[in-house]
């Protein structure tokens, strides 16, 4: 049996797990991201590596996923926004630690990946996924390859109420509280948010209404750009879906919502996939 690791590095927390050939986790652990200085983010990669206590020598590549700007012939990220910290040589580092190639690539391209080859979208050319966690995330695959023209679609400019900003600033976990602060509204968390929404709080309701106005803009901007034949939701968002995904379907009768089929371990499969993909080369 063949194995990899595979990092689902996110802006709140850092995933790693042993995959099989199968594609099966056999060993996950999941800890805190760490933010704001390059060397300590490096350090917590490290660490968490070796918690997993795994045998190194029976692990052929790793494969990670992370929410930024990565270039991808030298495994070395550029930009992690939501994570504070800018040009990381993670795979160089983590290849003189450990003496194992790390692929790495942005975290909504590699959960595209899984649900495109073996998801929600194996039956579909066209493969778009969308995570709204932390921040806002999208990635297209078409015929189970990724595309590399999609870029950071989350921080496509907008103007909302006269203010220049970014969809994710509005969308996202971290954008909500934001969103409701240009409303006059002091909420502290999307958690907080969505609770006054299920509670049908009068001050959130058309804020709420909003945030429903402003994502079917957003995927109808996706539709244009890259005509997807299905989308894929995950994301510690989505877990308020009960409030909100029927009345985006609903909406956007012209694009194909469904929820990924890997849910939470979307980024963790997509970066098993994407580093058994790397090491056949």
């Given at each position: ?76 990220i550029i930009d992690l ?158 877990k308020n879906k009960d ?39």
């Open positions: 049996m063949k194995y990899v690791l595979a990092f689902d590095i996110g802006g709140t927390n850092t995933r790693l797990s042993l995959v099989n050939e199968k594609y099966e986790i056999e060993k996950q652990l999941i800890l805190p991201t760490v933010s704001g200085s390059v060397e300590d983010f490096i350090q917590s990669v490290f660490d968490i590596t070796d918690k997993l206590n795994i045998n190194m020598d029976d692990v052929i590549s790793c494969g990670a996923g992370v929410p930024g700007v990565v270039d991808r012939q030298n495994n070395y926004p939501n994570v504070y910290i800018k040009d990381i040589p993670l795979g160089k580092r983590f290849d003189e630690k450990f003496g194992k190639k790390m692929y790495i690539r942005n975290d909504a391209e590699v959960a595209c990946l899984a649900e495109a080859k073996l998801g929600a979208g194996k039956k579909y050319s066209r493969t778009f996924f969308i995570t709204v966690s932390t921040g806002l995330g999208g990635a297209l695959c078409i015929d189970s390859i990724n595309q590399d023209y999609v870029t950071e679609v989350g921080h496509t400019a907008l103007v909302y109420k006269g203010i220049l900003t970014e969809y994710e600033s509005l969308l996202s976990g971290s954008g909500i509280p934001h969103l409701c602060q240009i409303n006059g509204l002091e909420i502290n968390s999307a958690k907080q948010f969505f609770d006054l929404v299920r509670q049908k709080d009068e001050k959130i309701m058309p804020v709420f209404e909003d945030w429903l106005t402003l994502f079917s803009q957003f995927l109808q901007l996706m539709q244009n750009s890259y005509e997807p034949e299905i989308y894929c939701f995950t994301g510690g968002v989505f409030l909100f995904f029927e009345e985006l379907q609903r909406r956007n009768p012209n694009c194909h919502l469904v929820e990924c089929v890997f849910k939470e371990d979307a980024g963790t499969i997509g970066a098993a996939v994407y580093a058994f993909q790397c090491a056949s080369k």
